[in-house]
């Protein structure tokens, strides 16, 4: 079994790319949105709510964990793998998202001069720049923290003006740098990617995250057998920390397919 965890919904649609590539697997995916989002929290408490969902989905029977939050995955998962993992949860493993995104821009032909949008403590982090540094030190990162975002579009305005005039302000900067690719560093911000597209123009390569940790999950199940366990009646579990009714209705959007979710407590 297969767990994904985000802070809230834009989670999905990483789920929603991995179900499609790897349908074969049990899933369970976990929305903490009582305390959504974590963009603006401390490293201490991402930290926390980080442990408390691994606890959650290990004790539910998950062998793997992917982090498909930005934040979480920028300010609580390698302390978890180096440190949380070992000690209690031996033989199983959480992934991120930053890694398989920034891999992929190396990959890019042109890559010289990558620009990073993300929450306010993804951009803290600086996950990124270092894990660009760590991969290919040559590639210039140029960051933006985009705060108002998430909240825009967990509250379904992605297409009203004033989301437009706010992500054209926090564009504007990126755009003088002549860029060669952005990361939207957020899994929310797939739901901005055409508008975003269109801001930068097609001589900048705009990625987001679904498809390509898709491809790379299963390339790493590939290498490593032990998480190999297809079900012959593959299961789908939504759990969210908040009203499900309402977590329910953002799925639909999401998925593009109606669920039906339970409210758990992760304190």
């Not at 891999?103 to 929450?119: C, F, P, Q, R, W």
Request: overall charge positive; aromatic content about 10%.
């Amino acid at each position: 079994m297969i767990g994904i965890f985000d802070s809230g919904y834009g989670g999905l649609s990483i789920f929603r790319d991995i179900e499609k590539k790897l349908p074969q697997y049990d899933y369970i995916y976990l929305g903490d949105n009582a305390r959504a989002p974590y963009g603006d929290r401390s490293q201490k408490l991402i930290y926390k709510y980080s442990q408390e969902a691994v606890d959650y989905l290990f004790a539910k029977g998950c062998k793997l964990i992917i982090f498909a939050c930005n934040t979480a995955s920028a300010m609580a998962l390698r302390k978890l793998q180096q440190e949380y993992l070992p000690k209690k949860y031996p033989g199983r493993n959480i992934l991120g998202v930053i890694h398989p995104l920034v891999e992929t821009v190396s990959e890019l032909k042109k890559n010289s001069k990558v620009g990073i949008m993300g929450t306010v403590s993804t951009i803290d982090s600086k996950a990124y720049v270092n894990e660009f540094s760590s991969i290919n030190p040559s590639i210039l990162v140029f960051q933006q923290a985009c705060p108002l975002l998430v909240p825009l579009i967990e509250e379904s305005r992605e297409n009203m003006p004033e989301t437009k005039m706010i992500l054209t302000e926090y564009i504007r900067p990126l755009k003088k740098i002549n860029l060669d690719a952005v990361v939207l560093g957020c899994t929310h911000y797939g739901w901005l990617q055409t508008m975003i597209e269109k801001s930068f123009g097609t001589e900048v390569k705009v990625l987001r995250s679904g498809q390509i940790v898709a491809d790379k999950l299963a390339g790493y199940i590939g290498r490593h057998p032990e998480y190999d366990s297809p079900s012959k009646d593959p299961s789908r579990v939504f759990l969210t920390t908040n009203d499900n009714k309402k977590f329910d209705q953002a799925a639909e959007k999401f998925l593009g397919r109606k669920i039906k979710s339970k409210t758990i407590n992760l304190k």
